[in-house]
Structure formats: structure tokens, C-alpha cells
């Protein structure tokens, strides 16, 4: 069964850094185009960040050089680092392939930024 796990979210203060991981079941991630994407409150879901089977990557604007997506696919695990965190980046983070290829969505991970 295709399963999507995110982790590594939290609580966390203004200006801090967390490091969320997407672990995929099998190999559904091999040779596709991961994002993350996250939904704030009272949002649609949007894309944070997309890295290609080759780990070129792509950006939201609102990233603003404070994000760094990786992916290691020897361990079907993508990852995303977050530095210099903002209130508004408070969201339900998930992980996908991006459409028209996705999976069953994960229970995504929460974010809090606050002080």
C-alpha cells in the first residue's frame, strides 16, 4: 500500500529552524518530481518546493532563499530544511508527487511559529 509519513514538525519561535522528513513507501518516489506543500489556516494547500529525480529544485516565492529541499532516493526520503521561520509559515506541511502523479496524501505534519 502506497503511504506518504511526514515528520519533524513542531513548535517553534520566531526565527527558528525545523527539518521536516517525507519517508515514502517502496519506491514511488523513484524517477518522479517530490513536493512539499503545506496548508495554512483557512488556506488552500500550495507548494513550498519541488525537487526533480536529478535534485534540481524550484521554489515558492514566498520561500525567499529561507528553505532548502533535499531528497535522498536511495531512501525514498525528501526533506526539507527551514530556517529563519515567520508566524505565517504556520501550516499542516505535506508531501506529494506533484500532479498529474499523485498518491494517497499523508496525515502531514504541523508547524506552529510563534512566539
Known amino acids: 500500500q502506497v503511504q506518504l509519513v511526514e515528520s519533524g514538525g513542531g513548535l517553534v519561535q520566531p526565527g527558528g529552524s525545523l527539518r521536516l522528513s517525507c519517508a515514502a513507501s517502496?519506491?514511488?518516489?523513484?524517477?518522479?518530481?517530490v513536493a512539499w506543500y503545506r496548508q495554512r489556516p483557512g488556506k488552500l494547500r500550495e507548494v513550498v518546493a519541488l525537487?526533480?529525480?536529478?535534485?534540481?529544485?524550484n521554489y515558492a516565492d514566498f520561500v525567499d532563499g529561507r528553505f532548502a529541499i533535499s531528497r535522498d532516493n536511495a531512501k525514498n526520503t525528501v526533506d526539507l530544511q527551514m530556517n529563519n521561520l515567520k508566524p505565517e509559515d504556520t501550516a499542516v506541511y505535506y508531501c506529494?508527487?506533484?500532479?498529474?502523479?499523485?498518491?494517497?496524501w499523508g496525515q502531514g505534519t504541523q508547524v506552529t511559529v510563534s512566539s
Open positions: 525537487i526533480s529525480s536529478d535534485h534540481t529544485a
Open positions: 517502496g519506491s514511488i518516489f523513484s524517477g518522479y518530481t
Open positions: 506529494n508527487r506533484p500532479v498529474p502523479y499523485p498518491v494517497p
